[in-house]
């Protein structure tokens, strides 16, 4: 990760942060304060905050800014600090990009427009306009999975050759060929994150820069340790703690985002399980399933394997 007053570069491990709730589904501030402290002692190289992870779409906009004010004042700008900022209405994501809290974020994460399904010249068009309107540097976010619509290569290098507030993606389409086309067909000072931490490790041995992450909120240190491991081209070292989350990749995502994470979480005392409807915990097998891993990999010595 590097950033410059030109321009920002984001790489290594970012982690979608997860927001923590307390029984009565009020927000709990001091665990998110906790938890972000968590993440920059552990070694992530920027935040990513009201992603998809975060719930965000059950979350008022009172409630958003003060997420926004917490974390960055926790962070107190020692790690670049992105925020979603999405909408299926071009003009929606504009006003809000004008309204939200900018104190301490460096850059803005903009999703596909959802349900409405545009084709490749509506999506081009929306993030231009975007792009000219917006007081901070542009995170593209294509996640087809979610938005019913999947921004193709041609243009993504056309919103990066045109757009020079648009600086890099979160490609979390899952097809590993469309990001390779992407990452050696942007321009120079574009980066490419993986948003998908099941391929991470693939992706970035073909040169995408880091990951946007969901397991990271409850393994920050080790999955980070493998996100630096690959920089280093220790490929070696990176793939075993890339085999040793497999089992925990599935499950993390088996009832839905982020309730596996969430699980996972609880079992290692970082915050109480409670997520908004429409969401809900993890459900039985895959609940007894998460905590008999969890409560596996803390007694194996897994976590310090991680680290050696």
Do not use: W
């Amino acid at each position: 990760m590097s950033r410059t007053k030109e321009r920002l570069y984001l790489r290594g491990l970012g982690t979608a942060l997860v927001t923590p709730f307390k029984q009565d589904k009020s927000v709990d501030y001091d665990v998110l304060e906790r938890l972000v402290e968590r993440q920059i002692v552990s070694g992530a190289d920027f935040l990513v905050v009201l992603g998809t992870t975060a719930e965000t779409p059950t979350l008022s906009e009172e409630e958003q800014d003060r997420i926004i004010h917490t974390c960055a004042k926790v962070n107190n700008g020692r790690v670049p600090m992105v925020v979603g900022v999405s909408h299926n209405g071009t003009l929606r994501v504009i006003d809000r990009l004008r309204s939200m809290p900018r104190d301490g974020v460096d850059a803005v994460l903009v999703v596909c427009p959802y349900y409405n399904k545009p084709s490749q010249e509506g999506l081009y068009q929306h993030f231009r306009a975007v792009s000219e309107a917006s007081p901070l540097p542009i995170v593209l976010y294509n996640v087809p999975a979610r938005t019913s619509v999947n921004m193709l290569p041609a243009t993504t290098i056309r919103l990066a050759n045109n757009c020079p507030n648009i600086i890099g993606i979160k490609e979390a389409s899952g097809i590993v060929g469309q990001i390779d086309a992407v990452s050696k067909q942007r321009p120079k000072g574009f980066f490419v994150l993986a948003g998908d931490d099941t391929i991470t490790f693939p992706l970035m041995t073909m040169g995408v820069d880091g990951v946007i992450s969901v397991i990271g909120n409850a393994f920050p240190r080790e999955f980070g340790r493998m996100v630096h491991l690959i920089e280093e081209k220790q490929y070696d070292k990176a793939l075993k703690i890339h085999h040793f989350f497999k089992e925990l990749f599935t499950l993390l995502f088996i009832d839905g985002n982020p309730a596996g994470v969430k699980c996972a979480m609880a079992e290692l005392g970082l915050l109480d399980e409670n997520l908004r409807l429409p969401l809900v915990e993890m459900q039985s097998p895959n609940r007894e399933a998460m905590i008999q891993l969890i409560s596996d990999m803390r007694s194996d010595n897994f976590l310090n394997e991680c680290m050696e």
